[in-house]
């Protein structure tokens, strides 16, 4: 059975697209977000390295083609309902495009703001709770 | 500020909606994901339990208002471009209906398929490579 056949069983969304949470795979950190279509899903399982469609430019990327840093798989999961991918990689380097380690440093406060000066690294592990 | 006003900031789908990953506070476990509206992310913060909007049934819920089974926020990221929420959570009882703990709990194989008896926990911290 090859990626073609089986990843039928996914539920892509009507773009052909579903969501792809990306985990470091040692320490549980959330990386990032993105999107695959049947295509990336296929690049992805075959290199073993995590690939995307990019919703923006339209076109299949490979993370970290142009940075260097890329995401190598360590495992791929699915949830209950087949419409979302966890993928635990081994990053390497940083993984947002800003040069942060994972894409979720803005902490959101108590009113639901965005960005007013608690923005905290989303490691994993133990937190410092912003709502208490 | 309130809720109402600076989550215009985030940016929110087609449909109203913004994926939200939560994921457990101390050890890391992606628990599920989710979408949320304006209203469910109000609800979220001015209560402190995770609320969605449901799809299928297209209504807003709390997760766990049925089974008790609900997740505390203790903290609330969104991402670099503002389209994907991250909630650190205590959960209460297990996050999945199927009643497991995650609801990533379907491994797939070096091919792609998907649930071909390798299934396993998709907790935090380090897991046997399913891929190699």
């Not at 390295?49 to 798989?73: A, C, D, I, M």
Request: aromatic residues 6%; charged residues 20%; glycine residues 12%.
């Amino acid at each position: 059975m090859g990626p073609g056949d089986s990843a039928q069983l996914l539920k892509f969304d009507e773009q052909g697209l579903i969501p792809a949470v990306v985990q470091d795979w040692l320490d549980g950190t959330v990386l990032m977000v993105g999107y695959m279509n049947q295509e990336a899903l296929n690049q992805t399982v075959a290199t073993k390295t995590v690939h995307f469609w990019s919703r923006s430019r339209q076109k299949l990327w490979e993370k970290g083609e142009t940075s260097g840093n890329k995401l190598h798989v360590k495992s791929l999961f699915v949830d209950c309902d087949l419409d979302t991918i966890l993928v635990k990689a081994q990053p390497v380097g940083p993984t947002c495009h800003t040069g942060a380690r994972a894409c979720f440093f803005t902490s959101m406060d108590e009113s639901g703001a965005v960005g007013v000066g608690k923005a905290g690294e989303a490691a994993g592990g133990i937190l410092e709770a912003v709502l208490r």
